[in-house]
């Protein structure tokens, strides 16, 4: 029987390695840069076409190469930061595996310049799917120029798997804004299509979050710094008022390498705990700085993931550092951060660790805004018992109502009790009879009685389903309208937002909104969809913006459908919110109306049958 196993030829193993190595337009950008820091570059310009697809070109002033050493750099396995295997577990350098330039050379048109300091000539070499089709010396600046042409072009598999433009050139100006963040003395510049995007002057860290993320962080940076022997962590934190509803600003980096961390982000979560309304995250940059020797960055082929020999330990002092900047800056009550902890960990050898840690004691024990021993519900059942005994309460009879009631609701909660609701409405199996009782419970819930006893819907998740078919239909047909704003409002975008915003700008204007570029990473709202109401557009659009990002980092749906959740989600009626007797009517019409009304887009119950045999139960009957 001949022999089966053979070697793959390098072309082919270099494609293989690419997978893991490039996967997108943006992580061959991601590679690049850090080599360019690695190199010792002040100055770097990234220069992109076409989302990438078409052009990339990385320029950076930094050592350069010699011939032999690029020629070297396009060999599998080559690198110039690893010796030994005691140099794996020091690692203070960016890119290291050395497959970076071989992996992009192999599914791509390559084109590399790069001279030394005091050398009159460089070298240019171009490089077509692994094969070296020119070598030779030419007149270019100190530093490298790395241009890539076409990725993908020798593997269309791969290249049908990238997103639209729009989606492409957001991932690139996350890569760009982890290296700049991570290196704010470098300067940094951007280009997209010849327009420029950043041009990031070096200076300090608080510079350049401003530089990328616009100048109304301003406001809300809270400086963060905290340490100890081993381990330093600083940088910057939003204020809670700050928060927003995705988790889109949020950045940890070891060792200036960036990483995500579900562990980490908790920490911060936890200290923030009590500040920030559901459902909204915060901003936060930190620096985590420690000896490599402590940290496993081999992990994941993006080096994204890590692994700590202590976890714990850095868990806590995350927390501390975001405790006690939310304190110094009066986010939160004074606590004293003086308390001194022991803690045996492997970062110090065994040796008690003086860490600043926080205590959970506040000074005023008599402020109650931070009561932790009373629950809200307790609260709110304690407050209701009071009002029982209110003479402005006693004072009102059940014949003000027109069912038997032993005392009034809640304050602020409204009961109204509707008087029309006598149509046939089917229900899933039954086919149930709406009575005439109907009314609003705490603002949140219509309870109706049917005819087999009593329907709760719930109003917020009834009418995002109705406005969830109602956009989806919009955007199929083309058929939403638009009511023009008497005053057109501008927004500013971060470039990732404005690429999305102007990829998605053929559904929006479906669902009604007209909208059109105004200056760099800006746009003008001239209407919005005629059923929005009286709104304010820009806070429509940046929740929009906000809701679809969140939808899409949480959930595998199709733009569309993703669009038509998020807009339906950020205009339908909140919790809390009072209806009349026709509002109420209007919504469980409409709801019964859709093709699935048992369910929000979001697989959310719309309502609840309380049979009348249950109800009976309660009473043990």
Request: hydrophobic residues 35%; glycine residues 6%; contains cysteine.
């Amino acid at each position: 029987m001949p022999d089966i196993i053979r070697l793959l030829p390098d072309s082919l193993a270099n494609q293989i390695a690419a997978g893991e190595v490039v996967q997108r337009p943006a992580s061959a950008i991601k590679e690049l840069l850090e080599n360019s820091i690695d190199a010792g570059a002040d100055e770097v310009t990234v220069i992109i076409k076409d989302a990438g697809k078409t052009m990339m070109q990385i320029m950076d002033n930094g050592k350069g190469m010699s011939e032999t050493d690029a020629r070297m750099s396009l060999e599998r396995h080559a690198t110039s930061k690893i010796t030994k295997t005691e140099d794996l577990f020091s690692i203070r350098t960016m890119g290291f595996r050395g497959e970076a330039l071989a992996s992009i050379a192999a599914v791509s048109q390559m084109e590399i310049k790069t001279r030394q300091e005091g050398e009159e000539l460089g070298t240019l070499i171009a490089v077509e799917a692994s094969e070296i089709k020119k070598q030779e010396p030419v007149v270019c600046d100190k530093g490298t120029s790395i241009c890539i042409k076409n990725l993908f072009y020798n593997v269309p598999a791969r290249r049908n798997f990238l997103k639209s433009n729009g989606v492409e050139m957001k991932h690139i100006v996350e890569e760009f804004q982890r290296v700049a963040l991570a290196n704010p003395e470098v300067k940094f510049s951007l280009y997209q299509n010849d327009l420029e995007t950043y041009s990031l002057p070096g200076g300090k860290l608080s510079q350049r979050i401003i530089g990328l993320f616009g100048k109304n962080y301003r406001e809300q940076l809270a400086s963060c710094s905290e340490e100890m022997a081993e381990v330093k962590i600083y940088g910057y934190i939003g204020k809670p008022e700050f928060a927003r509803k995705t988790r889109g600003e949020q950045f940890f980096f070891v060792n200036n390498r960036f990483i995500k961390s579900n562990y980490l982000n908790h920490a911060v979560m936890n200290a923030f705990e009590g500040l920030l309304p559901d459902g909204s995250f915060p901003f936060y940059v930190l620096f985590i700085e420690l000896d490599p020797v402590h940290v496993d960055i081999n992990v994941h082929p993006t080096k994204t993931e890590i692994k700590f020999d202590d976890e714990r330990t850095i868990y806590t002092l995350v927390r501390a550092a975001v405790k006690q900047a939310l304190a110094t800056h009066n986010i939160t009550p004074t606590i004293d951060f003086q308390a001194d902890i022991n803690l045996g960990t492997k970062l110090s050898g065994g040796v008690g660790l003086d860490l600043t840690r926080e205590r959970e004691t506040i000074k005023d024990k008599n402020y109650t805004q931070f009561r932790n021993t009373e629950t809200q519900q307790q609260r709110s059942n304690r407050d209701n018992w009071e009002k029982m005994f209110d003479q402005e309460h006693l004072g009102k009879t059940p014949s003000s109502v027109s069912m038997p009631s032993r005392h009034e609701p809640e304050e602020n909660l409204t009961i109204t009790f509707g008087s029309k609701v006598n149509e046939e409405t089917p229900v899933e199996a039954e086919n149930e009879e709406r009575g005439k009782a109907m009314f609003q419970l705490h603002n949140k819930y219509i309870l109706i009685q049917v005819k087999s006893g009593l329907m709760v819907v719930d109003q917020q998740a009834a009418h995002e389903r109705i406005l969830f078919e109602k956009y989806i239909n919009h955007l199929k047909n083309n058929t939403g309208a638009s009511q023009q704003t008497l005053f057109p409002q501008t927004v500013s975008l971060n470039p990732g937002d404005y690429s999305l915003v102007m990829d998605m700008q053929e559904e929006m204007s479906a669902l009604g909104f007209k909208i059109e570029p105004f200056g760099k990473n800006d746009i003008i709202i001239k209407g919005l969809p005629a059923d929005i109401g009286n709104a304010n557009e820009k806070e429509i659009f940046e929740g929009l913006i906000d809701q679809f990002k969140r939808n899409k980092s949480e959930l595998s749906i199709p733009r569309n459908e993703n669009l038509a959740r998020a807009l339906a989600r950020r205009t339908a009626i909140k919790r809390g919110a009072r209806l009349n007797e026709e509002e109420m009517s209007g919504l469980v019409d409409q709801l019964f109306a859709c093709s699935n009304p048992n369910y929000a887009a979001n697989g959310q119950t719309t309502f609840h049958i309380l049979d009348l045999n249950r109800i009976e139960n309660f009473f043990n009957r």
